[in-house]
C-alpha cells in the first residue's frame, strides 16, 4: 500500500442500524431527523461515521446511543454499500445493521446535537430519506425476512410476550404473504418454540386470547 497515493485519500465509513420493533402486529423502523447538512430536516435510519479508533460494532452502538438513546439491542449485519457518490462530502462506504427491539422498554431522544426528532415509521409509509437509506433500509427488510425465521430476533421484539394473531401479523407484514389462521397456530405450536403464560389480551378488537412467550435456548428453527 502507497499510502501517499491520492486515491487512498479522503475516504471513511458509515455505520447504519435499521431499528425495527413491533406495535400491535405492524412493524416500524426508528427514524432520526438530521439537524446538520448533508441532508439537512430529511429523514433517515439511525446511523453515522465510524471512527478510526473503533471497530464496526462498536461505531454502530455507539452512533444509536448518540442519537436515540438506545443500549443494550442486539444487532446483525445486513449489508455494504459502496456507491461512490453515496455522501456528497466524501467517498463513504456504509456498513448496515438490524436491530430489533420491544418499543415498550425503551426511551427515545427525539433531539439531539446533531438530530431534531426521532419516531417510529410504519415500513408501510417511509418518506424519502437521506443518502442512499431507502435502498439501505429495502435491504435490511429482506435481510428480516430471513432473521425472522431465527427465533432469538423475535424473542428481542416481544419481551412481554405476544398473541398468537399478533405473531401471525408481524409474519405476515415482514414476509409479505398470508397463512390461514388456524394451520399458522398448529405449526407454530407444533414446533416447541413457545410456552402460554397466565395472561390474556385483546388483539385488534378481538375477544381476549392467550399471551405467549419464546422458550430459552430455541434457535435456529425455520418456521417456514
Given at each position: 500500500m502507497e499510502v501517499n497515493n491520492p486515491l487512498y485519500k479522503r475516504q471513511g465509513l458509515h455505520v447504519i442500524t435499521a431499528i425495527f420493533t413491533v406495535d400491535k402486529g405492524m412493524v416500524k423502523v426508528l427514524l432520526i431527523r438530521r439537524k446538520?447538512?448533508?441532508y439537512k430536516n430529511m429523514w433517515a435510519l439511525v446511523g453515522g461515521a465510524l471512527y478510526n479508533n473503533e471497530t464496526l460494532l462498536a461505531g454502530a452502538k455507539?452512533?444509536?446511543?448518540?442519537?436515540?438513546?438506545?443500549?443494550?439491542?442486539?444487532?446483525?449485519?445486513?449489508?455494504?454499500?459502496?456507491?461512490?457518490?453515496?455522501?456528497?462530502v466524501m467517498r463513504m462506504i456504509a456498513i448496515a445493521y438490524i436491530g430489533v427491539i420491544?418499543?415498550?422498554?425503551?426511551?427515545?431522544?427525539?433531539?439531539?446535537?446533531?438530530?431534531?426528532?426521532?419516531?417510529?415509521f410504519d415500513i408501510s409509509d417511509i418518506p424519502?430519506?437521506?443518502?442512499?437509506?431507502?435502498?439501505?433500509?429495502?435491504?435490511?427488510?429482506e435481510e428480516l425476512k430471513k432473521k425472522i425465521l431465527d427465533t432469538d430476533v423475535l424473542k428481542s421484539l416481544f419481551i412481554k410476550g405476544f398473541t398468537i394473531p399478533e405473531l401471525q401479523k408481524v409474519y405476515e407484514t415482514i414476509l409479505e404473504t398470508k397463512f390461514d389462521r388456524r394451520n399458522?397456530?398448529?405449526?407454530?405450536?407444533?414446533?416447541?418454540?413457545?410456552?402460554?403464560?397466565?395472561?390474556?389480551?385483546?388483539?385488534?378488537?378481538?375477544?381476549?386470547?392467550?399471551?405467549?412467550?419464546?422458550?430459552?435456548?430455541?434457535?435456529?428453527?425455520n418456521v417456514f
Open positions: 446538520n447538512e448533508p455507539r452512533e444509536i446511543k448518540e442519537k436515540v438513546g438506545i443500549e443494550n439491542i442486539d444487532l446483525y449485519t445486513a449489508g455494504i454499500f459502496d456507491k461512490v457518490d453515496r455522501s456528497p420491544d418499543r415498550y422498554r425503551v426511551k427515545i431522544l427525539t433531539k439531539t446535537l446533531k438530530t431534531d426528532d426521532a419516531k417510529w424519502k430519506l437521506a443518502y442512499d437509506h431507502n435502498d439501505i433500509l429495502n435491504s435490511c427488510l399458522f397456530r398448529k405449526k407454530i405450536l407444533s414446533l416447541d418454540l413457545i410456552t402460554e403464560t397466565d395472561l390474556t389480551e385483546n388483539f385488534e378488537g378481538n375477544k381476549p386470547a392467550k399471551v405467549y412467550k419464546f422458550k430459552n435456548n430455541k434457535k435456529g428453527k
